[in-house]
């Protein structure tokens, strides 16, 4: 006989709920690099070193405090 839950939604246990998808805002110097990258002014090469840079660069040297990660509830598909 040919298993039926092929193709089925699977159900969660009563009282679960899917684990929330965490959102990473961007800081203002990981702004600058994207949007410096999306104007044509730094080659795609560069932009994973640069970004890298912008995240370890500590908020007070920027002057505003970095953006907390943010939980979004999961989209039920």
Do not use: C, I, N, Y
């Not at 092929?6 to 246990?13: F, V």
């Not at 009563?14 to 203002?28: A, E, I």
Request: charged share 20%.
């Amino acid at each position: 006989m040919q298993d039926r839950t092929s193709g089925r939604r699977k159900h969660l246990p009563m009282g679960r709920k899917p684990t929330p998808v965490v959102v990473h805002r961007l800081s203002l110097a990981e702004q600058r690099v994207l949007t410096s990258f999306l104007s044509g002014r730094m080659p795609a090469g560069q932009l994973h070193a640069e970004l890298e840079r912008a995240r370890l660069t500590p908020a007070a040297a920027t002057g505003v405090p970095a953006p907390a990660a943010t939980r979004v509830p999961a989209v039920a598909a």
